[in-house]
């Protein structure tokens, strides 16, 4: 009877354990995601490139964003865009790099739990100025990096990628 009850009792701490490492396990993913999507009804050109980006908080406690979405100048130093061809030749771009926020003029954007927020992003304005995209296919993706702001998220997060599909 004693012998049942120690097998019962370690059954209960082992089951117990394994719970725990996979509740630790689905923590330690990032605590946010990036998703970029195609705007439905667009017809892509060279000259019109627009794709929303959403950030979605995957944890159960707020994040903070640094809010430098409004500002297309600002974009390109938070955000790098990965553009290849059909052929997986990779297309020049533009963007990341260092910048000076005076802490008075910093916003912030709180992502409560399974929040999102949707920025839109020209891909124009990561392209310089003599790249211009043939008709074809090409495939997109976004990677976000952050070192800046009080209390928020700092560090890198990618995207999916998507294909674009480039009429005239």
């Known amino acids: 009877m004693i012998s049942k009850i120690n097998i019962l009792v370690v059954l209960v701490i082992i089951t117990v354990g394994i719970e725990a490492q996979i509740i630790s396990k689905r923590d330690d993913g990032p605590p946010l995601s990036l998703k970029i999507e195609a705007i439905d009804g667009v017809t892509y050109s060279s000259k019109i490139l627009p794709i929303n980006v959403v950030f979605r908080n995957t944890k159960d406690e707020s994040i903070r964003l640094l809010d430098v979405f409004r500002d297309s100048k600002m974009k390109l130093s938070f955000f790098t865009v990965k553009i290849t061809d059909a052929n997986e ?38 392209l310089p100025t003599d790249v211009r995209l043939q008709p074809g296919s090409y495939s997109v993706s976004v990677t976000y990096q952050n070192q800046y702001g009080e209390d928020c998220f700092k560090g890198k997060v990618e995207s999916n990628t998507i294909i674009l599909t480039i009429i005239e």
Do not use: C, H
Request: cysteine-free.
């Open 89 to 126: 030749t990779p297309i020049n771009t533009v963007g990341g790099g260092k910048i000076s926020l005076s802490k008075d003029a910093m916003k912030y954007i709180t992502l409560k739990r399974e929040e999102s927020y949707l920025v839109p992003l020209d891909l124009v304005d990561f």
